[in-house]
């Protein structure tokens, strides 16, 4: 049995399954020579009671169906009612002679894809042409969000998981920014802390909260804005350079303050995540260990440098 949820709906228009519900022999017998006509690749089922009807659903395998409305034993809402209690999604139409507008509209309000008045059949081709784009649409349209679910899972899972200190940050100012197509002056550093403090934290994962000892994101998210203090204006600069350029990845290295006040030498790297979104990823690296050994390094350096220039100038001195 054919169950569009489970599987692609791409019933080729040029070869149809047509079932067709109707217990009047003529009326059937027109339905058919008229799609005959527009097709006559199409494959016509005539059925005229529910117990065959039931059984074309499964044997058949229609792409759309076409019913009667009105049938002394089964009438076509009660055909449209089976097929949804049976869970498929096969486009459905209802046929009828003379109805009031009223009913007709209150069958497509309950799911029925359209109807056709048995007088006008020349609309038909189109009806069924319709409704089959019409589901075609929908099942599309259902895939898209099951696979931005499942990538949104997918995500959330790394995200979680990734044993980096991993943010969201949302940059409310962002357009702002941009207007300074990068030019920005050193003495700017009021200006900074204003975009600064319209920074929010949309999401933060456990190793965020770790590195910066935060004991809940509530508390993360409220100390956001103070992580930044403390940092050299020429790194807050580039920041601010590259989101006004709305450079997609970009890193920085500079010293960012935790919760408990302690300062920590970080490598911050922003994702840009959309275009004109003002929305980052952005990952952490904790580099203070690196960056006091090279400190240390670079101290033992300076002084072996300056025991070296004083041993220079003390030879220099003997032998003159």
């Not at 869970?87 to 799911?111: D, H, K, N, W, Y």
């Not at 189109?126 to 995500?155: C, G, P, Y």
């Not at 030019?183 to 965020?208: I, P, V």
Request: with cysteine; glycine share 4%; proline share 3%.
């Amino acid at each position: 049995m054919k169950t569009f949820e489970n599987q692609a709906f791409n019933a080729p228009l040029e070869e149809l399954n047509i079932l067709l519900l109707e217990d009047y022999n003529l009326d059937a017998l027109l339905v058919e020579k008229r799609l005959k006509s527009e097709n006559p690749n199409w494959v016509i089922n005539h059925v005229d009671s529910k117990q065959d009807f039931r059984k074309a659903l499964e044997d058949f395998s229609p792409d759309i169906i076409l019913s009667d409305y009105a049938m002394p034993q089964f009438t076509g809402m009660e055909a449209y009612l089976t097929v949804k209690e049976l869970g498929l999604s096969i486009p459905f139409i209802i046929l009828t002679g003379e109805l009031p507008e009223e009913a007709m509209v209150e069958c497509v309000r309950q799911g029925v894809d359209d109807y056709v008045i048995k007088s006008s059949l020349t609309r038909l081709s189109l009806a069924i042409q319709n409704a089959i784009l019409k589901k075609q649409q929908a099942h599309e349209r259902a895939q898209m969000s099951t696979d931005l679910l499942n990538s949104e899972v997918q995500f959330n899972t790394i995200f979680e998981n990734s044993g980096v200190a991993i943010s969201e940050i949302h940059i409310p100012d962002w357009q702002e920014i941009a207007n300074h197509k990068g030019k920005f002056r050193s003495a700017d550093t009021l200006l900074f802390r204003s975009y600064l403090d319209r920074f929010s934290l949309a999401k933060a994962n456990q190793e965020m909260m770790v590195l910066f000892e935060a004991q809940s994101p509530i508390q993360l998210q409220q100390h956001f804005g103070n992580i930044w203090s403390g940092n050299e204006v020429v790194f807050l600069k580039s920041i601010f350079r590259h989101i006004s350029r709305q450079t997609p990845v970009f890193e920085e290295k500079a010293f960012f303050t935790s919760v408990s006040g302690a300062k920590i030498f970080l490598r911050a790297k922003f994702c840009m995540i959309g275009e004109d979104t003002g929305v980052y990823n952005v990952s952490f690296t904790d580099l203070t260990d690196v960056k006091r050994s090279e400190d240390r390094l670079n101290t033992v350096i300076s002084r072996m440098e300056s025991i070296v220039t004083e041993r220079t100038e003390e030879l220099n001195e003997l032998n003159t």
